[in-house]
């Protein structure tokens, strides 16, 4: 028998406390009923992650926020006499149980409520009492009631369960113009035939289907809101009235719709998976416009620095670094190695031979840290060019990571037992004393010293980094996205005052995590939520997504790369929302459209494809909750999408000598 009640607690604290719910008898009710007896069979592992799971009869057992969130909002207290429409599994009639002395729940399929009867039975929970019925309708020989929750979402709050409050009595429901999309409302008797409203945001839930609420068909059949409410326009709609069509991608047109940013001082490109040819097309054409007519010389994106580095020699017209290894040689290959990439690059080499004045020439960096080896390389055989008594020093101090240089997620476990302090104190040396040299050693190449620096600074992190790795928990992630942001603040001070940078990377790195579950739940931080720290308005945060269509990526870590279908996005999704549109491809400026802006502000579910995608696992590998308008200030969309072409295996690993990119 699973034991889930650790589970159960982390639900209430993660999801419940630290997201505001603080009412002491509701948190103590979630943590004594086990979700996991009112799931489907085969759901009971996922019963404590936050959302809504199928049922029977196609219905959802409700999301345990939401379930909290709506007894919180009736006020809903031991001596309160409670109905609830909508058993369903029974689950939100449970929690009930355990705070008022009896429950009454209505549920219309009657092989639902036969189900939850017989849980309540088996649990032991004897003061539920359910019917089989229309509970638009209500419950009238048990009226009046001081709280009625409806866990169903009609078109208005129907008039006899507003009829069947007590004076004081509050009703909470799901209401809204479209069958599946409503706003939470809390309904208050003040007087004989006085109520007052509150409205608590966006929700979804399953339609209410009865002779107050929507006909099987999904059209409303009755009306009894309180009538003289315009017709609201849906989401999708105010999506597409909103959306401005994207032309193609090599349209001047194109990289000009983005010119409202070129005055930021970086603009943050993102992308919802990291093989996607229409996420790097576009990311090319808004950063070649930035370049061209506002002024960017910094392209930083998502890879390691030396690897980077090859690139950004490329794109410069100077020598690659002799005897280097070739860039993007490791896992996954094809996240810049693919031929998006190669014409963009290209692209640069291009303008930069037009250009003369240095200062003005694009550089491309990477911020990531993930080429231990190649920086180590990299710094020695900086020194063994420009100070080779250091050099000597350097080789020693490194030589403490050599046996972990080619798979470095072990050294982790060996720090664990035995004086990683050496390596630490090493690496955190080398990196001091060469920055202490800037004097000497930037007068005689700055762009190579800024190289060596940048190197020196990855080993740094990259020690840490994998050494707390090994512990799980936000702390590495943090770790890396400090390191990219810190990179991004060394590029702007090394290219002067003046300098402008466009970032390319994955939306987990640049949406502003304290509006997604990753900040809200994890505690993780990142890119995009350090930009706006330090440079408010002038960032620019542009997430970028898609609906459907095929992605480049692999099953497992160091799998082979495949073309996998992307499944269509869920329901419950902000994609879905840009799907139902109607528009195939589009900027949507959020921060144009206030009513829009204020509508994307409830929590979503958002897909993230790495470089992993398990479709058959989709929900719970890649969708998380966000605040779309908190988390971007734009957002680009794409309905339909295809996978990067990688530039193929000839190019890697078989002897054939790799020149990528200088041979192309
Ligand atoms: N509270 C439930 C739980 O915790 O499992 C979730 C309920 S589910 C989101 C909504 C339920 O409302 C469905 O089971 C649906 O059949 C039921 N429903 C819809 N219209 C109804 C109506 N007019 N009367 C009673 N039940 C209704």
């Not at 009865?210 to 003289?228: H, L, T």
């Not at 670094?321 to 014409?343: E, G, H, L």
Request: hydrophobic share 40%; proline share 5%.
């Amino acid at each position: 028998m699973l034991d889930l009640s650790h589970a159960r607690n982390r639900m209430v604290e993660v999801h419940l406390s630290r997201r505001g719910i603080h009412g002491r008898e509701v948190l103590n009710a979630m943590r004594e009923v086990p979700r996991e007896a009112f799931v489907a069979p085969g759901f009971e592992e996922f019963a404590y992650e936050d959302g809504p799971l199928p049922i029977a009869e196609g219905q959802t057992i409700s999301q345990p926020y939401i379930v909290a969130l709506m007894i919180e909002m009736a006020e809903i207290g031991p001596g309160d006499h409670v109905l609830e429409v909508g058993t369903g599994s029974g689950y939100a009639a449970a929690v009930l149980s355990r705070i008022v002395e009896r429950v009454y729940t209505i549920e219309r399929h009657a092989g639902l409520a036969e189900t939850a009867r017989q849980r309540f039975q088996e649990l032991g929970y004897d003061n539920i009492e359910v019917r089989t019925g229309d509970g638009t309708k209500g419950w009238p020989d048990a009226a009046p009631f001081d709280a009625i929750l409806v866990a169903a979402g009609g078109p208005g709050a129907p008039l006899a369960l507003q009829e069947q409050l007590d004076v004081g009595g509050r009703l909470v429901i799901p209401v809204g113009d479209e069958p599946h999309d409503q706003r939470l409302l809390k309904v208050t008797r003040t007087g004989a035939a006085t109520y007052s409203e509150e409205d608590f945001g966006g929700v979804r839930f399953v339609p209410l289907i009865g002779e107050q609420g929507w006909p099987e068909s999904g059209n409303r059949i009755a009306n009894d809101r309180p009538s003289g409410r315009a017709r609201t326009r849906s989401l999708p709609e105010m999506i597409a009235a909103a959306a401005e069509p994207l032309p193609d991608f090599d349209d001047p047109a194109f990289g000009k719709l983005f010119d409202r940013f070129g005055d930021r001082r970086v603009v943050l490109l993102g992308e919802a998976s990291h093989g996607t040819s229409e996420f790097y097309r576009a990311r090319a054409a808004i950063t070649r416009r930035l370049i061209e007519k506002h002024g960017f010389t910094i392209v930083a994106v998502e890879a390691d620095w030396p690897d980077a580095a090859a690139i950004d020699r490329y794109v410069r017209h100077r020598p690659p670094r002799a005897n280097a290894d070739p860039p993007f040689q490791r896992f996954p290959t094809w996240m810049w190695r693919n031929s998006d990439v190669a014409a963009f690059v290209d692209w640069m080499r291009h303008h930069n031979e037009r250009i003369r004045l240095s200062s003005r020439l694009a550089g491309f960096y990477g911020l990531d840290i993930y080429n231990m080896s190649g920086s180590i390389a990299a710094v020695l055989q900086y020194l063994d060019r420009v100070d080779p008594q250091a050099a000597k020093i350097a080789r020693e101090r490194y030589g403490c990571l050599t046996p972990w240089q080619h798979e470095p997620s072990t050294y982790g476990r060996v720090a664990l037992t035995s004086g990683y302090e050496k390596c630490e104190q090493a690496v955190f040396e080398q990196c001091r004393e060469l920055l202490a040299r800037q004097l000497d050693y930037a007068q005689q190449d700055g762009i190579d010293f800024l190289d060596a620096t940048q190197n020196a600074r990855l080993i740094a992190s990259a020690e840490r980094y994998y050494r707390i790795m090994y512990y799980g928990g936000a702390q590495s992630w943090n770790l890396r996205d400090t390191h990219m942001f810190e990179t991004l603040e060394h590029l702007l001070e090394a290219r002067g005052p003046n300098a402008k940078a466009v970032v390319w990377a994955h939306n987990s790195h640049i949406g502003d995590a304290r509006y997604t579950e990753m900040g809200i739940v994890r505690d993780e931080v990142n890119i995009g939520q350090f930009c706006r720290q330090r440079f408010g308005d002038e960032a620019a945060l542009i997430g970028l997504s898609t609906h459907s269509g095929t992605v480049a990526a692999a099953s497992d870590w160091d799998s082979e790369m495949e073309i996998k279908r992307v499944r269509p996005s869920h329901n419950d999704s902000y994609e879905r929302l840009c799907h139902d549109s109607g528009v195939s491809r589009f900027l949507l400026d959020i921060k144009r459209d206030d009513t829009l802006r204020q509508r994307l502000l409830e929590r979503r579910l958002e897909r993230f494809i790495g470089v992993i995608y398990r479709p058959e696992t989709e929900l719970r590998s890649h969708y998380a909750g966000a605040s779309l308008s908190q988390q971007f200030d734009a957002f680009v969309w794409f309905d339909e999408t295809v996978a990067v072409t990688p530039l193929g295996p000839e190019h890697v690993g078989t002897g054939v000598p790799d020149t990528y990119p200088f041979g192309l």
